[in-house]
């Protein structure tokens, strides 16, 4: 009798229980990309869509350069700071407006007056008591500082230009031939001949663009205000030896951007770069002046933190105003439309990130292969619809492959984040077999089956953690 109570009262619970609905929306399989499965031109695991790469490994000419170059430093040492240096460039936050921070010493100067009595500084015994005064100003900045982000520009020196090669190059490199490969593999005839890389730093997105169009690549234009991360740079690009010709041709260094608008780069790439500018204003004077000098793709790439999302997003947002306005541009890549962000729209405190894995530098310690969340948003200069796969949706989080389904959660056309259950009875064979087959940054192969039933059969999803 106690153990039938006891069903009938889990019965009734699990009735109160809400049960999540996953989407099992119709679409079907891109034909061409049906057709070439069926003609086994190649297996689901390598479908047209696919981003994720293998481990990416720092190149052997530029390990060698930097083992060279390194000499007799303290390599322990300065794999330690840069462990800790990364750790701090990832945490950082934006750093606030001026009224921003205006309003906020407002707020607290009035607690302040509040918790003491008074209404106005005036009152703070007599008129004429600067001492007064000065005290509750000390006590409003320490006040704010304690309660707010403290935001401070980067100084680089020789030595933590060496630190960031080891706490951030292997990470970054691979974040860069990510972006790079996919710009690539669906791209096959852009063929680049100018490199223009703003905040280059020890020049890890050189790197990357020499190894995926160094046949086409002519010239190289690296912009970095401080003037050791330059040098290490070209130290690099030397195999370690200042005595030595540089590896790259036509490698030029600048300090400050260019200021002729004739100036025109087919690859422009702003690669952890835009949480080092002070304010919104010289953000988006940065952006609008390396849009102008775009004659091809415009690369932006932030850590996969919040602060480095809302960095992409508010990018995003400006750049696709100035490509709609001339008509002759669009988003290109991660996002298959133009619409706002679902993420922001539904703000589930979470941001849109992917993954990139990479080998970890086997100087002073051994390989281990690691993952480096970034954010990023790719332009292009011509029209959407030359890209006719422009629509397929986006994985934006870890495939779930379950017993007979998998479940899926993408970002498509229609502006929404919207969760698909891929299974065998619904959906064709190679659908199926690409489904499981696909994770978090690869793009689905498939066509949305339009119809009075969707906006019925759809659903937004939210992560319910941070990725």
């Given at each position: 009798m106690l153990h039938f109570k006891n069903a009938l009262l889990l019965r009734n619970v699990l009735r109160t229980v809400p049960v999540r609905r996953w989407s099992t929306f119709p679409v079907h399989l891109d034909d061409k990309i049906n057709q070439a499965l069926e003609n086994e031109q190649y297996k689901p695991k390598a479908h047209p869509g696919k981003t994720r790469l293998t481990p990416i490994e720092l190149p052997e000419?530029?390990?060698?350069?930097?083992?060279?170059?390194?000499?007799d430093k303290e390599i322990s040492n300065l794999i330690e700071e840069g462990m800790q240096l990364d750790r701090y460039l990832f945490a950082r936050k934006i750093p606030l407006e001026q009224k921003e921070v205006y309003l906020a010493k407002k707020d607290i100067e009035k607690e302040i007056l509040r918790r003491e009595g008074v209404r106005h500084v005036s009152e703070l015994d007599g008129v004429d008591n600067s001492r007064a005064k000065e005290g509750l100003k000390q006590e409003v900045a320490s006040t704010f500082h304690r309660k707010n982000y403290n935001w401070k520009p980067m100084v680089y020196s020789e030595h933590t230009a060496w630190t960031y090669v080891f706490g951030r190059a292997a990470k970054e490199y691979a974040a860069i031939v990510h972006v790079f490969s996919e710009i690539a593999k669906r791209d096959p005839n852009f063929e680049p001949r100018s490199f223009f890389d703003f905040g280059a730093g020890i020049g890890t997105g050189t790197w990357a663009a020499s190894d995926i169009w160094k046949k086409s690549l002519y010239e190289y234009f690296l912009v970095d205000e401080c003037g050791d991360m330059n040098d290490l740079s070209e130290m690099i690009l030397r195999d370690g030896n200042e005595s030595k010709n540089m590896t790259l041709k036509n490698v030029f260094y600048r300090q400050f951007l260019p200021a002729s608008d004739e100036f025109k780069s087919h690859l422009i790439l702003s690669a952890f770069t835009l949480n080092e500018l002070p304010d919104l204003k010289s953000r988006l004077d940065t952006l609008l002046t390396l849009w102008k000098k775009c004659d091809g793709y415009m690369v932006l790439i932030e850590n996969g933190s919040n602060a480095g999302f809302k960095l992409i997003e508010?990018?995003?947002?400006?750049?696709?105003?100035?490509?709609?306005?001339?008509?002759?541009?669009?988003?290109?890549?991660?996002?298959?439309?133009?619409?706002?962000?679902?993420?922001?729209?539904?703000?589930?405190?979470?941001?849109?990130?992917?993954?990139?894995?990479?080998?970890?530098?086997?100087?002073?310690?051994?390989?281990?292969?690691?993952?480096?969340?970034?954010?990023?948003?790719?332009?292009?200069?011509?029209?959407?619809?030359?890209?006719?796969?422009?629509?397929?949706?986006?994985?934006?989080?870890?495939?779930?492959?379950?017993?007979?389904?998998t479940r899926c959660k993408l970002c498509t056309h229609r502006g929404k984040l919207e969760e698909l259950v891929v299974t065998k009875a619904k959906h064709s064979k190679f659908t199926y077999r690409c489904a499981r087959k696909s994770d978090w940054g690869d793009r689905m192969p498939i066509e949305f089956v339009e119809n009075e039933c969707d906006s019925k059969n759809t659903s937004d999803f939210s992560d319910g953690e941070k990725q």
């Open positions: 000419r530029i390990r060698k350069a930097i083992r060279n170059a390194v000499n508010e990018a995003r947002d400006f750049l696709i105003q100035q490509a709609q306005s001339e008509r002759s541009a669009y988003l290109f890549a991660p996002c298959p439309h133009e619409s706002s962000c679902p993420r922001v729209v539904k703000d589930d405190g979470t941001p849109c990130n992917f993954v990139a894995n990479y080998r970890s530098m086997d100087i002073g310690q051994n390989k281990q292969d690691n993952k480096v969340l970034f954010s990023y948003v790719v332009f292009k200069k011509g029209s959407r619809d030359d890209d006719k796969t422009i629509n397929w949706p986006r994985m934006v989080r870890p495939t779930q492959v379950r017993t007979r389904h």
